[in-house]
């Protein structure tokens, strides 16, 4: 995710911090509003531990938080952070080399390369050149969010 936002990191942590006797897991991909690629997810050690103890599967040992956000949803408070708008539409992680091409055009549209871009800033670029949006429309990067227990194929 060469694209992630520290202000999305910080409001993400904020939340868990600022609330821990309500939650144990505070994630901005649950609801997601903010372009795949800024994900952030926080928890307290102890809940990891916690995960660590539940998690039985393949999935769960090597995507930790698929146990606190699927299998053992009841068993760990979560909250979620969402963005002002909706722009799940965009996908800013690099999985694919479609994904690294598009990255690559934001990187030299916008001189990523010398400087930080907030992702406000990246959003309107893109939405400026809607034909490098979907560069990797026939692909998918694995969600689990989208899988059930018993059906996570990681």
Known sequence: ?????????????????????????????????????????????????????????????????????????DRFRTRDVTADRDDSDLRWTVDTAEDLELVRALFAGLGLASRIAPYDEIITWCRAHPELGRLDEPHHTWDPARERVGGING
């Open 1 to 73: 995710c060469p694209l992630i936002d520290a202000a999305v990191v910080d409001r993400v942590t904020a939340e868990l911090l600022d609330h821990p006797t309500e939650c144990d897991y505070v994630s901005n991909v649950e609801r997601r509003s903010f372009p795949r690629g800024l994900d952030v997810e926080a928890f307290f050690f102890d809940t990891l531990l916690r995960a660590d103890r539940l998690g039985a599967s393949a999935a769960e040992r090597e995507h930790v938080t698929v146990g606190i956000r699927l299998t053992h949803r």
